[in-house]
């Protein structure tokens, strides 16, 4: 899997979005703060449009990311927020300048439909707080610095605590995933990328705790849980319950859906839809770890 050039000072990252509108205030912060790490950040045209949710009609949306992905002084892109979009529009995407010349692709939740289209391609995403997440809750300082580490080139290096779910293993493979509900979306589409021998990482944010199941049965149901190497299960955010309870929490049904498997899998993982979540190299070979101590999720070192 290909990744893109590593970023250096005077590189430069844009910031638009195939999704929901985000405040201009915040993108405005953000890109203070890139320009702050020494890059030349450029907006979009229509990343403060407003089409009734999204940040312009899809044909705006579409142009903007097209021209962004053509453009080769740009490096970087950076998706101001998530929400719903991305699918609608992804179609109508040309990659084949973009796979002459790939850049980074930076975002997450709907953007999970562009990440997992990219390792379909054979090429690099990042999975991150977005343009529209750099703001002053607590976690968003660490989210927003792991990003800058992986577009400077340092490896993926990190861990969760001891969780009563985790099974216990050693896995390797190159990191898929993303927001729970877009990878369900995702399946039998152009934009799937292959789960053989995948270390999946799943995060969700305000599902009904059926509609989790729903879905983890559909993955089995389909042969994807059976196939990978790993799992990692990161936030699992506002779940919430019918009058009647589900009966299980999130964890439990995804734990329950990958039982009969052997590969290891670590719940707790701080990736998601809360201030802290760090960022990931989706498509990049990585190893998970879980033992009685923890999870390690990390890229191994190359050999010299």
């Known amino acids: 899997m ?9 590189d430069t990252i844009a910031i638009t979005s195939t999704a929901r509108w985000a405040e201009e205030a915040i993108i405005l912060k953000a890109k203070a703060l890139l320009e702050g790490w020494g890059f030349n950040v450029v907006l979009g045209k229509y990343v403060f449009s407003r089409h009734h949710q999204f940040a312009g009609t899809d044909e705006q949306r579409l142009q903007e990311f097209q021209q962004m992905l053509n453009d080769p002084s740009i490096r970087a892109i950076l998706f101001s927020r ?36 990219l390792c379909s391609l054979g090429v690099q995403g990042i999975h991150c707080t977005m343009a529209g997440g750099f ?17 400077l080139g340092e490896p993926l290096a990190i861990k969760a605590p001891v969780h009563a779910l985790n099974r216990a293993g050693k896995a ?3 990191l898929l995933g993303g927001n729970l509900s877009l990878l369900n979306n995702l399946i039998a589409t152009a934009s799937e990328p292959s789960y053989d021998g995948a270390v999946l990482f799943m995060e969700d944010l305000d599902e009904y705790l059926y509609h989790v199941d729903r879905m983890m049965v559909h993955l089995k149901r389909s042969g994807r849980l059976e196939r990978l190497s790993g799992l990692v299960v990161g936030q699992m955010s506002g779940m919430r319950d019918n009058a009647v309870p589900f009966g299980k929490d999130a964890y439990e049904i995804i734990q329950e859906h990958v039982a009969a498997y052997s590969y290891p899998v670590a719940f707790g993982f701080e990736i998601g839809h809360e201030p802290l979540n760090l960022a990931v190299p989706v498509g990049a070979r990585v190893v998970l770890e879980v033992s009685d101590s923890g999870a390690a999720l990390f890229q191994p070192v190359p050999m010299s």
């Open 135 to 151: 703001d002053e809750q607590p976690g968003r300082t660490q989210s927003i610095e792991s990003l800058r580490k992986l577009l």
């Open 2 to 10: 290909q990744h893109p050039p590593y970023l250096q000072a005077g």
């Open 172 to 174: 390797a493979g190159i």
């Open 82 to 117: 998530g929400g719903y979009g991305t699918t609608r529009i992804i179609d109508g995407v040309d990659w084949n300048r973009f796979l002459q010349q790939p850049k980074w692709l930076c975002g997450f939740s709907d953007v999970t439909a562009i990440l997992c289209h």
